[in-house]
């Protein structure tokens, strides 16, 4: 019988191999050792130095954006279209477009890529996965964004989406988890709730680098697609994105810096809120407000009286930029500031503050009611949280049982992707 398997160190090179879904899954996929020396090598410096086998003599079609590219900070559109024996035919953006400087939820039309010529597809506009037409002159698929270890993000669902619904082989050029990839937290999704920002049943904070979240969704039969992970070089789990030695972007437009992203995957739930996330101002995920929070001083006291690890409330006040929430309003803020990285739970983060809101303004705090045009009309915070478990809690005043459930939901889902890892 013909085993799946997944890419791999073997003898030096990064060995590729297909998996199929529709396979028994025989092999556990041994974990990469990190090497001793050097920074981390992305995926598409591994696959251009000793896989470039895997796309030689095909049309290959690019799904990537601005944050796709090597430590020199070269674009991988370019380093592909530049590779010997490589035809580069088609090139997709996810949400933000193709240069990652779209708002978020900002439609994206087709465009033509200025430097190389080649068609680009956006899959964040009318179609959410390549239409056969659009794959027309594609042999295979690539995959090269940089991941921001949160569940709520599209980025990996527009790849997941893609790889289900092709028809295409998928390589994956793997990147670090910049929240680290040994770190799990919050509920597993549940797949009544499912959307662009959460298509399948895994943790909140995942703990896992893209290519170990496909390897996941196609080993446990999530997804049916033909996927080949391309590994890193000397990467270990327990990194944070700064400890790689790879040069950092902003990976869409409102993750500014690394306290953001370790923020997001709870800070996130205030989008599905009547309060602001921060956006339209000059620290998305880490200010949170609203023109009803006058008693922000008192509720930063109250906040920092829990003695959440690796975190501290102050305030603040900012005036909001033009086309977001309270937009022109100078608003009173909690400004949210990690003291140490590694003691931060950002999902807990989040609940409480949501909870701390709610109590504190029963009659002005409200969830966003979803609009005319929502997917099954499903408030915005139960696709955030994927759950509508999550709103419930909060109004009832119980979250310390939610936050139990989530923390054994973690604990779950860590067991479940021991098999799938590629690294230690």
């Known amino acids: 019988m013909t085993r799946p398997c997944f890419a791999r160190h073997v003898r030096g090179r990064a060995a590729a191999c ?28 591994v696959l251009l130095s000793d896989s470039l086998h895997l796309v030689r003599d095909k049309r290959v079609g690019l799904i990537t954006n601005h944050s796709g590219r090597d430590r020199q900070g070269t674009s991988s559109i370019d380093l592909l279209f530049k590779a010997p024996g490589v035809r580069l035919t088609a090139l997709f953006g996810p ?7 779209a708002r978020a939820g900002e439609k994206i039309a087709n465009s033509v890529d200025g430097k190389t010529g080649v068609k680009v597809y956006s899959l964040y506009g ?30 990996p669902w527009t790849l997941a989406l893609t790889a289900a619904a ?10 670090p ?50 996927v080949t992970v391309v590994p890193m070089k000397n990467y270990r789990r327990a990194m944070w994105f700064d400890e790689t030695g790879l040069p950092r972007v902003n990976p869409s437009p409102n993750l500014r810096s690394p306290d953001a992203e370790l923020l997001y995957p709870g ?41 959440l690890g690796g975190v501290r409330f102050d305030t603040a006040t900012r005036t909001i930029a033009p086309g977001y929430k309270f937009a022109g309003k100078t608003i009173p803020m909690i400004k949210v500031v990690v003291t140490n ?8 983060v989040g609940v409480r503050m949501l909870r701390a809101f709610r109590a504190a303004h029963p009659t002005e705090f409200a969830w966003r009611e ?31 049982v939610l936050l139990r459930q989530w923390n054994a939901d973690a604990l779950t889902f860590e067991a479940s992707v021991k098999p799938y890892l590629l690294y230690r």
């Open 166 to 175: 092709a028809g295409k082989p998928i390589i994956v050029l793997d990147r």
């Open 18 to 45: 297909v998996a199929l879904v529709c396979l028994p899954l025989v092999m556990a996929g041994r974990a990469l050792a990190a090497q001793p020396r050097g920074g981390v090598v992305p995926g598409i410096e």
């Open 267 to 307: 800070t996130v739930f205030f989008e599905g809120t009547n309060a602001t996330e921060g956006r339209g101002t000059d620290a998305p995920f880490q200010l949170i407000g609203a023109d009803y929070l006058t008693d922000h001083v008192a509720l930063a006291e109250r906040l920092n009286a829990l003695k």
């Open 95 to 101: 949400e933000h477009g193709i240069r990652g400087a």
């Open 126 to 155: 009318t179609v959410e996965t390549p239409t056969p037409e659009m794959l027309e002159e594609v042999d295979v698929l690539v995959y090269d964004i940089q991941d921001v270890g949160a569940r709520v993000y599209t980025y």
């Open 370 to 400: 979803p609009t005319v045009n929502a997917p099954s009309r499903v408030r915005g915070i139960d696709r955030l949280a994927g759950t509508d478990a999550l709103a419930k809690a909060v109004d009832d005043g119980t979250i310390e």
């Open 177 to 226: 988890n910049p929240i680290r990839a040994d770190r799990f937290e919050g509920n597993i999704l549940d797949l009544r709730f499912r959307s662009l920002v959460g298509q399948h049943a895994v943790a909140l904070r995942y703990g896992l680098t893209v290519g170990e979240l496909l390897r996941f969704l196609v080993g446990t039969r999530a997804l049916t697609a033909k």
């Open 341 to 348: 990285r590694n003691a931060v739970r950002p999902v807990d």
